[in-house]
């Protein structure tokens, strides 16, 4: 039970392999094969990747036995997201020695992470990439070819990719994610992600709001604007007045009434009243916030290097709910990070509690080498007492989603149609501006994705709402 809630709240989108159709390039002489684990902003880097990748002829594929070149966008954050990589090429080993001339590249953060290493450990990798050297690939690839392994794990401080046109991969052709900044100059003592993605620099704005206009014209509907840090976005052009966060979410919003523009992650001690301001003003702008709380007791969030505390974290929570009554939360919660008593973990049960998430992403602590609390602290909570831990955090969000369904009951939302439902033919899927997934029957309307529409809730589950058009 536990191993399985685990795996569904951890991996639910690890592993996922990319189809794009936009670059299965008709008579292309060579095809790769892409898939992603971790965050948004690794999927995002991969349709980087593909265009790079297009750029060069190269076609895609959704099957990697017919791949030329495997390519696996890998994450570091926990030990078990490591292990699924090393699994998967265990099975690439089987095909590379039928095929020997495939090339096998590791990408991504565990890539950083291990650098030159990896090749030694595991003797079918031919490439190694990390995060800001996407545009050596074709280079890597020729030496590859040519029988030379290639590395390139340089990290930038200029790097954005701010060019680079991504190619849209498993799209369904109405969300999509616009990365706007990279890094993350945070030192959170449990976190690899400083070490694996390098310092925090943003995009230029005017490349932002310029793929945003794009995607808007290509008949999306809805962008996410990624980061690791959003509300340290700042963007300095060289003649002209910094661009903060908040300007930029201004400027996305004003491109059209029709297009919702969401956020992910703020930091709870960055995000400014200036951003709830913007937020508020604009109806197109959803009113749903991720802020992790990692833990709710101030001893464990200065262990962690968070630099709030406790009643901090609950005055921002009763800020948000005060100027945007109606807006949603949801958090990131570590179960037994170094020291933590039953005392701390009550602590972060109350502020669940208290903020009323409507969703929460739900780890125990994994130590990693190289971090702050891995140099610092002993990982001293034994692994039952950390998955019970988890268990009861885990418990208390089932409970409160559920609770928060339930007082949508009777309620109406203006709902972005996403797609048909996986579940019914009949059935339209969506999402409230809350990012609460509706699902509601087609009715005799003539609607389709990218069309807007109220819904009113009749039922729920704890993760879904179901309704009827009004
Ligand atoms: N930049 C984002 C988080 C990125 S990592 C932020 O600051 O909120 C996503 C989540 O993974 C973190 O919020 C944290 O809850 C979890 N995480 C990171 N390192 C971890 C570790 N060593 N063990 C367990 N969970 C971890
Ligand atoms: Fe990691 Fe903290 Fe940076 Fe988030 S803010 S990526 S948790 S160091
Ligand atoms: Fe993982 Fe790297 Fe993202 S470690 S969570 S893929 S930034």
């Not at 690890?14 to 670059?23: K, L, N, W, Y």
């Not at 339209?428 to 003539?446: C, E, L, T, Y």
């Amino acid at each position: 039970m536990l191993e399985l809630t685990e795996k569904v709240i951890d991996e639910s989108r690890q592993g996922e392999a990319f189809a794009p159709s936009a670059v299965e390039a008709v008579g292309a002489k060579r095809h790769f094969y892409i898939e992603s684990y971790g965050c948004q902003m690794n999927f995002s880097d991969s349709e980087i990747v593909a265009s790079i990748l297009a750029e060069e002829g190269f076609g895609a594929t959704r099957n990697w036995e017919e791949a030329d070149l495997i390519l696996l966008n890998t994450c570091s954050i926990r030990e078990k997201a490591e292990q699924t990589v090393r699994k998967r090429l265990t099975e690439f080993r089987k095909l590379k020695r039928r095929r020997p001339s495939m090339l096998v590249g590791v990408l991504g953060c565990m890539a950083e992470r291990l650098k030159a290493k990896f090749i030694e450990e595991e003797k079918l990798v031919d490439l190694v990439v990390g995060p800001d050297a996407y545009r050596t690939l074709p280079q890597l690839i020729s030496d590859a070819d040519a029988g030379q392994k290639g590395v390139n794990v340089l990290l930038s401080r200029e790097e954005t990719y701010a060019d680079i046109a991504p190619v849209r991969l498993n799209s369904n052709g109405i969300t999509a994610f616009v990365s706007i900044m990279r890094g993350c100059n945070n030192m959170c003592s449990f976190c690899v992600v400083p070490f694996t993605r390098g310092r925090e620099r943003s995009r230029d704005h005017v490349s932002i709001l310029a793929e945003c206009r794009s995607l808007f014209e290509g008949g999306y509907r809805e962008v996410t604007l990624l980061g690791q840090n959003v509300d340290s976005y700042h963007y300095v052009a060289d003649d002209a007045a910094p661009v903060t966060f908040a300007a930029l979410l201004e400027q996305v919003a004003l491109i059209s009434p029709g297009l919702r523009v969401r956020f992910s992650t703020s930091h709870p001690k960055d995000i400014t009243d200036d951003v709830l301001h913007t937020m508020a003003k604009y109806e197109n702008i959803c009113k749903y916030i991720h802020l992790p709380l990692q833990s709710g007791s101030t001893r464990v969030l200065q262990l962690m290097n968070r630099t709030y505390t406790r009643e901090w974290y609950a005055a921002k929570v009763a800020r948000i709910k005060e100027l945007m009554p109606d807006c949603a939360l949801s958090s990131d919660v570590i179960a037994g990070f170094c020291t933590e008593t039953e005392e701390d973990h009550q602590d972060t049960l109350s502020m669940m509690e208290f903020a009323r998430y409507e969703m929460s992403y739900m780890f125990f602590y994994s130590e990693r080498p190289g971090t702050l609390a891995q140099r610092r602290y002993t990982d001293d909570i034994l692994e039952d007492v950390k998955k019970r831990r988890l268990a009861e955090i885990v418990a208390v969000q089932n409970r409160l989603s559920l609770e928060s369904n339930q007082r949508d009951l009777g309620a109406t939302f203006k709902v972005l149609i996403e797609a048909t439902s996986k579940r019914s033919e009949s059935d339209w899927m969506g999402r409230s501006s809350q990012n609460k997934v509706i699902v509601f029957p087609k009715g005799a309307h003539d609607l389709k994705p990218g069309d807007y529409v109220n819904v009113r809730v009749q039922e729920c589950t704890q993760a879904t709402l179901l309704g009827t058009i009004v």
